[in-house]
């Protein structure tokens, strides 16, 4: 119980996690982009890129950055949208996700931006990795599928779709974060993904938290459950320790 009361406390402590990261601008052509890193883990310390979830970044990104750069990573969020275009409201969450949803390109794009930036902070290129919450995570399969040089990717709550997109090759590590009672991820959606990487013959992973909705994750939404968001940290840091350090 102690350890589960100090996860919501870390988690909700949002205040100071902007304090913890530093801005970093950086463009994608003429668009400007904001995004934040640390680096506390100092030069050549394995990396972790974070693509928030359909809001921007936002708290839970931000603490993630703080959390992660505390175990030993260098961490960057990235700033998938660009100024001005953050969103405000669900609609235009909606509206703006949908747009690299249709354009999965122009998503990976700004991934391997951001990407660079990682890199560009003194994370070791050789030990890089992308973990994304919701819209994000949706972001993360979409590193893996572009085939970025990366050792690994974990979608948190995210949709596992492509549209109809031929399977492709996929060789880094994926691990999926999956509320069981997510009603945004259809059995069709699952089954379809499960076909594409094990065509790719992938080397994937995909964990179900017990009656966890969407974004289950998140201590500002009602489908927040505690206990699911506890062990699915840990699961994080396992699949990291693994792949990266």
């Known amino acids: 119980m102690k350890a589960l009361i100090m996860t919501i406390i870390c988690f909700c402590a949002t205040e100071t996690s902007f304090g913890q990261l530093k801005p970093v601008r950086y463009s994608d052509g003429d668009q400007a982009l904001a995004g934040l890193v640390n680096t506390d883990a100092g030069e050549g310390a394995p990396g972790v890129l974070i693509l928030p979830a359909w809001m921007g970044i936002d708290d839970e990104a931000t603490q993630a950055a703080v959390q992660l750069s505390k175990e030993g990573y260098i961490t960057f969020v990235a700033d998938t949208y660009g100024e001005g275009n953050k969103p405000t409201t669900a609609a ?50 979409e590193a893996a599928r572009a085939g970025m040089e990366v050792q690994g990717v974990v979608s948190i ?12 090759p996929i060789k880094t590590k994926i691990l999926v974060l999956h509320g069981a009672a997510d009603p945004h991820v259809s059995p069709e959606e699952i089954a379809n993904f499960r076909k594409e990487v094990e065509h790719a013959g992938a080397d994937w992973q995909m964990i179900y938290y017990a009656a966890a909705k969407h974004a289950f994750t998140n201590p500002e939404s009602s489908d927040f459950q505690p206990l699911a968001a506890q062990r699915s940290w840990k699961h994080l840091l396992v699949f990291l320790q693994e792949i990266l350090k």
């Open 157 to 168: 709550h995210g949709n596992l779709g492509k549209g109809n997109r031929p399977d492709g």
């Open 92 to 141: 235009e969450a909606g509206q703006q996700a949908g747009k690299y949803k249709n354009d999965p390109e122009a998503y990976q794009r700004r991934i391997r931006l951001a990407l660079e930036q990682l890199v560009k902070a003194g994370a070791s290129p050789r030990r890089l990795a992308v973990i994304g919450y919701c819209f994000g995570g949706t972001g993360a399969l």
